[in-house]
């Protein structure tokens, strides 16, 4: 079947993978309100486009934290990734390259900071739990340092694990014969089967729940790669997010898998890009599944997006290639709706290229 969309790899992953596989990287918190409207948000978001424009050259290439990629769409960390595929984080790293993006792998990867150096030349941020062992920590972050990761994309939601259903339903667990490469020999790799999430256990034994604006600064001390918080959705979050040495902010509700009923991200969007003032980067991640919610995100003031889901279910029907027609296919649809909205370039993307349900009456401006 010729895959023509990003969606249509998520029906392949429920037919292929063993259900206690799909249901964890497809489940959201509870009630899965948010899951849903992270999706539907970008539904209600409608184009303004302008016409008689010439677009027949467009340049999508952007730089993050001053390191230069090809398109604003980007790989969001997704733990696990060896369940999906047996070449997991090395296939995705693989594909971030030649797609010529980032990649952000996951502090739960069934691959090491160091086996994904080992893939070849990419641009690589490393998403970051902060352990109750702070020397885990240390040392985790050092390792990527050494790597060659660029950035700490550091998880801030997540001083517990949201309670995933599904997960307690299937008693997910990692399987047996894989680790948490980065933990391995710290004996933290392996995942316990247990009565409810295997998941929600290891991260309550390891996980800190004292978590909190100090330890960002913590962080500056021990690296000094620029800091990511990923996970913010209010502009308070926000601004206390600057004042803590951040270089950039990742409007995230962690794939609509922590709290229920918090925002769709798009949603959240603007209330932190209005917070910021333009002082460090704002990203989106969550719910991205074409070109047209791309340029909604960078219309409501987002250098960028993360795709996560995306990612593992094009990995579970397709390996590397599977990953690599993601972004492609995210990379020609953005194009086209930038060419049909009358944008060459990402500074051409306005707010007054969409209007939303929140938006003020619009008085037309007489030329």
Known sequence: MEITNVMEYETIAKQKLPKMIYDYYAS????????KENRNAFSRILFRPRILIDVSKIDMTTTVLGFKISMPIMIAPTAMQKMAHPEGEFATARAAAAAGTIMTLSSWATSSVEEIASTGPGIRFFQLYVYKDRNVVSQLVRRAERAGFKAIALTVDTPRLGRREADIKNRFALPSYLTLKNFEGLDLGKMDKTDDSGLASYAAGQVDRSLNWKD?????????????????????????????????????????????????TITALEEVVKAVQGRIPVFLDGGVRRGTDVFKALALGASGVFIGRPVVFALAADGEAGVWKVLQMLHDEFELTMALSGCRSLKEITRNHIMTDWDAPRAVSRL
Do not use: C, M
């Not at 959201?28 to 899951?35: F, V």
């Not at 690296?223 to 959705?233: D, E, F, H, Q």
């Open 28 to 35: 959201g918190a509870e009630d899965q309100w948010t899951l």
């Open 216 to 264: 960002v600064k913590w962080l500056q001390t021990i690296t000094s790669l620029p800091i990511l918080v990923k996970g913010v959705i209010t502009g308070e979050d926000a601004i206390l997010a600057i004042q803590h040495g951040a270089a950039g902010i990742i409007v995230s509700n962690h794939g609509a898998r922590q709290l229920d009923y918090v925002p769709a």
